[in-house]
């Protein structure tokens, strides 16, 4: 939902900002601005600078304004404010971040997003189209079993760097699959394992295999996983567990779903399966596309179906 030009939301804003301050003291630097998310997603962002800090964490205000609707006080979320903004901090520190060129260039990672919903991106950060579908880069800052922190490379950061976008291509392709490895399940084990209560396995092998299945595609966090299609050997793997062609339904920016081509001789119907699923089930930040895509494993060639 749009928040921007509601009167309560931007009062709510200007409450939380003289709540935060209130929380920091004078020195403190609170600030309230515009942060550019995946697929044009803007968001406000509520800031806090004290002196010496030179990074500071971004506190999503839509997000804690649901929490206010449903009756949360602005002191209880300027106090929560308050206590992540010293837990980040202190991991921050831990991290000691570094983000010069030597320090990134094993970090480095890539990222597959929308082209046509990231337009405002574009002229920002470096990038290279892929289908209808663009690849983006970032340096991984920390990998942890709940999440991982990232910062997007912007044109700056590469030029900073002295570095090309073919260059950061290239690292990138050996990164982001040494750190994020593929994971391919079968959809019938998938299931299999929900209802028996069962771990599913880390890798490619054992029992989430299975023929002509359909399969989802991700990387082992399930984070940004639609990008181990641009992997080496991902689509030809594929096309050996479902015995030739088949159809890629892009389900979000973190997995996608291989289904033979005889799972359905209609694209169409395919193409309107993912347009109704990312309309209603699928968060505006995490599309990745409403194209469906099929990969001709004679010519090893992926194609937009028409």
């Known amino acids: 939902m749009d928040y921007a030009n509601g009167e309560m939301y931007q009062r709510f804003c200007d409450s939380m900002r003289e709540a935060v301050a209130v929380r920091f003291g004078e020195d403190a630097e609170i600030e309230i601005h515009k942060v550019m998310k995946n697929n044009s997603l803007e968001l406000d962002s509520l800031s806090i600078l004290l002196p010496a800090q030179t990074v500071t964490p971004n506190f999503y205000l839509q997000e804690y304004y649901k929490r206010y609707e449903k009756g949360a006080k602005i002191q209880e979320l300027a106090e929560e404010i308050e206590e992540l903004y010293y837990e980040a901090r202190d991991s921050e520190r831990k991290l000691d971040i570094d983000l010069s060129f030597e320090n990134c260039r094993e ?44 910062i997007r490379i912007t044109n700056v950061m590469m030029q900073n760097w002295g570095c090309s976008q073919d260059e950061l291509f290239s690292l990138a392709k050996e990164d982001t ?130």
């Not at 046509?116 to 991106?121: A, H, Q, Y």
């Not at 750190?179 to 394992?193: D, G, Y």
């Not at 990387?219 to 096309?239: C, E, F, K, R």
């Not at 930040?285 to 028409?306: F, P």
Request: with cysteine; proline share 4%; hydrophobic share 40%.
């Open 107 to 150: 970090r480095i990672v890539f990222r597959l997003v929308s082209q046509k919903r990231n337009k405002k991106l574009q002229p920002t950060i470096p990038h290279i189209s892929f289908l209808d579908l663009m690849i983006n880069f970032y340096v991984l800052i920390s990998k942890e079993s709940d999440g991982i922190a990232s």
């Open 177 to 306: 699959e040494r750190l994020f490895p593929v994971k391919i399940c079968s959809m019938r084990a998938l299931l299999e394992n929900f209802i028996s209560g069962e771990d599913l396995c880390k890798t490619t092998g054992g029992a989430l295999l299975q023929e002509n299945s359909p399969y989802i595609i991700t990387n082992q966090s399930g984070i940004n996983g639609a990008a181990v299609i641009l992997y080496p050997d991902t689509l030809n793997q594929l096309s050996s567990l479902l015995n030739g062609d088949y159809y890629l339904l892009p389900s979000s920016i973190h997995e996608l779903l291989a289904v033979p081509v005889a799972f359905s001789d209609k694209e169409q119907d395919l193409a309107e399966m993912v347009r109704e699923v990312n309309s209603s089930c699928v968060l505006q930040e995490e599309i990745l596309s409403d194209t469906v895509y099929r990969y001709w494993h004679e010519e090893e060639v992926i194609r937009i179906c028409a």
